[in-house]
T-cell receptor, first 113, second 112 residues
Framework: NAGVTQTPKFRILKIGQSMTLQCTQD?????MYWYRQDPGMGLKLIYY???????DKGEVPNGYNVSRSTTEDFPLRLELAAPSQTSVYFC????????????FGPGTRLTVT | DAKTTQPTSMDCAEGRAANLPCNHS???????VYWYRQIHSQGPQYIIH???NNETNEMASLIITEDRKSSTLILPHATLRDTAVYYC?????????????FGEGTQLTVNP
């Protein structure tokens, strides 16, 4: 298994541009999550999904959108990039609500200038 | 989820035990204690979790006090590769998903 994969690894955006961060997992996990991590800080939950077709907001959802059309994929969309969205973005997955462990991807480092 | 307090940073000599403390004085009876770590520029990695009893796995041991208000993660023989930020997380298993709330963690530096 490749686990959780994320693309791209790095990206620089201009203010107002849009982009989609891709996340795919091959572990047949129902639950998927998007976090952001600002320098020197812990991770903050942006959105999560408990299964295909179901998504919900986390702690910091403003400026982002998600979709979950398949079990494997959970893309994160930035519509109008702002400097405040400069961060490292991590995608994670877990099998079920009882799962003790979340598996994290390697992250996408995004800079908005 | 209960708030946790961890020291900002700690140092440990290679080969010695690293003991990382965590205070969670407002923990509820149904909240678990989880530990994750994040090696520089990588995604977080699960280490261990517990409810009441002490736990041990191939990576570490978790000691939870009897009143459950604090816990200690023990890396028995720290190596240079254990240098990372260690997060103590207290949470309830929710029907809406296994959401984790990360604080700022403890930066553990293992020195040669």
């Amino acid at each position: 298994n490749a686990g959780v994969t994320q693309t791209p690894k790095f990206r620089i955006l201009k203010i107002g541009q849009s982009m989609t961060l891709q996340c795919t997992q091959d572990m047949n996990h129902n639950y998927m999550y998007w976090y952001r991590q600002d320098p020197g800080m812990g991770l903050k939950l942006i959105y999560y999904s408990v299964g295909a077709g179901i998504t919900d907001k986390g702690e910091v959802p403003n400026g982002y959108n998600v979709s979950r059309s398949t079990t494997e994929d959970f893309p994160l969309r930035l519509e109008l990039a702002a400097p405040s969205q400069t961060s490292v973005y991590f995608c994670a997955s877990s099998y079920s609500v009882e799962s003790i462990e979340q598996y994290f991807g390697p992250g996408t480092r995004l800079t908005v200038t | 989820d209960a708030k946790t307090t961890q020291p900002t940073s700690m140092d440990c000599a290679e080969g010695r035990a690293a003991n990382l403390p965590c205070n969670h004085s407002t923990i509820s009876g149904n909240e678990y204690v989880y530990w994750y770590r994040q090696i520089h520029s990588q995604g977080p990695q699960y280490i261990i979790h517990g409810l009441k009893n002490n736990e041990t796995n191939e990576m570490a041991s978790l000691i939870i006090t009897e009143d459950r208000k604090s816990s200690t993660l023990i890396l028995p023989h720290a190596t240079l590769r254990d240098t990372a930020v260690y997060y103590c997380i207290v949470r309830v298993v929710e029907t809406s998903g296994s959401r984790l709330t990360f604080g700022e963690g403890t930066q553990l530096t293992v020195n040669p």
